[in-house]
């Protein structure tokens, strides 16, 4: 059976960070439907590991209307495309002002797919240095803090972090350290 197939598609809306565009699709069947689609460069997520502490950052979600921790993470602006791991210490240095000696990839996650084609590749970053943060406009109430591990898991069952993306990026960092 044929996978399903993008007949037509219109844009319906784009900013610095994202597009959202609508499919006419057909099914294996033959029958037509339509696909909302979020359009978003892929991101980084980085896990920052200092011995036994780990660096989160805390900033307001808006869509939320919350204040969440989760791990460093985002995309270039501009929808650019950039290596993963060079997103990945830009993201790092921007968000919290760490320089890592390394970055060890850990997997890859799929943010939404049943509504966007983003992608996420999550680092595990070593050997990691302070410096001045650079941080975006957007990004000016967030602030990072180091945490140990069991603080992590603590958050994580008691629901202080929700983000999908850093729960499971711990998870894939718990899995290689088996």
């Known amino acids: 059976m044929d996978p399903i197939v993008r007949v037509a598609s219109r844009e319906v809306y784009r900013n610095r960070w994202m597009s959202v565009r609508e499919d006419e699709v057909r099914r294996?069947?033959?029958?037509?439907?339509?696909?909302?689609?979020?359009?978003?460069?892929?991101?980084?997520?980085?896990?920052a590991r200092d011995g036994d502490r780990f660096c989160?950052?805390?900033?307001?979600?808006?869509?939320?209307?919350?204040?969440?921790?989760?791990?460093?993470?985002?995309?270039?602006?501009?929808?650019?495309?950039?290596?993963?791991?060079a997103l990945a210490a830009r993201e790092l240095r921007?968000?919290?002002?760490?320089?890592?000696?390394?970055?060890?990839?850990?997997?890859?996650?799929?943010?939404a797919a049943g509504m966007s084609s983003q992608r996420g590749r999550v680092f595990l970053a070593t050997g990691v240095t302070e410096g001045e943060h650079e941080r975006e406009h957007?990004?000016?109430d967030m602030h990072s803090a180091w945490f140990s591990r069991e603080a992590v898991d603590r958050m994580i069952a008691d629901g202080e972090i929700t983000d999908a993306q850093s729960i499971?990026?711990?998870?894939?960092?718990?899995?290689?350290?088996?």
């Open 56 to 85: 989160l950052v805390e900033q307001y979600r808006y869509p939320l209307a919350m204040r969440r921790w989760e791990f460093p993470q985002g995309t270039a602006p501009d929808l650019a495309d950039l290596d993963p791991e």
């Open 168 to 178: 499971a990026a711990w998870t894939l960092l718990l899995l290689s350290e088996r």
């Open 94 to 111: 921007e968000e919290t002002g760490l320089r890592a000696q390394a970055m060890h990839p850990l997997g890859i996650l799929d943010v």
């Open 138 to 140: 957007e990004e000016q």
């Open 28 to 47: 294996p069947d033959g029958s037509r439907g339509s696909y909302g689609v979020i359009d978003k460069p892929d991101y980084a997520l980085v896990i």
